[in-house]
Nanobody, 127 residues
């Protein structure tokens, strides 16, 4: 079991940056593939970024590629999402998720692939 707690959301203006953090409990954090998802009102939850166990393989949604960066610090049991050049369409509740896996190159971009979720943090970008 792992518990995930997100932080770092808030209200910003278009063009600003935010860094989301997700702290995990447990001693097996380094064996989890990780993802950041977001869900806007009336829309399905979508993966914006994912990271393999090894940290060497990443996935980004087309809408955020080049603006968002996912990273992990296994020593701190934390995964980050650096968000730059924010746009009003980035407004959503952002969730981190963890997927236990034996494969260091494994990652996932479907919500169904992830077993553990944080409670979410609101990001609002004003125009």
């Amino acid at each position: 079991q792992v518990q995930l707690v997100e932080s770092g959301g808030g209200l910003v203006q278009a063009g600003d940056s935010l860094r989301l953090s997700c702290a995990a409990s447990g001693r097996t954090f380094s064996t989890y593939a990780l993802g950041w998802f977001r869900q806007a009102p009336g829309k399905e939850r979508e993966c914006v970024a994912a990271l393999s166990v090894s940290g060497s393989i990443t996935y980004y949604a087309d809408s955020v590629r080049g603006r968002f960066t996912i990273s992990r610090d296994n020593a701190k049991n934390t995964v980050y999402l650096q968000m730059n050049s924010l746009k009003p369409e980035d407004t959503a509740v952002y969730y981190c998720a963890a997927k236990p896996t034996y494969f260091r190159s494994s990652y996932g971009f479907s919500p169904n692939e992830y077993d553990f979720w944080g409670q979410g943090t609101q990001v609002t970008v004003s125009s």
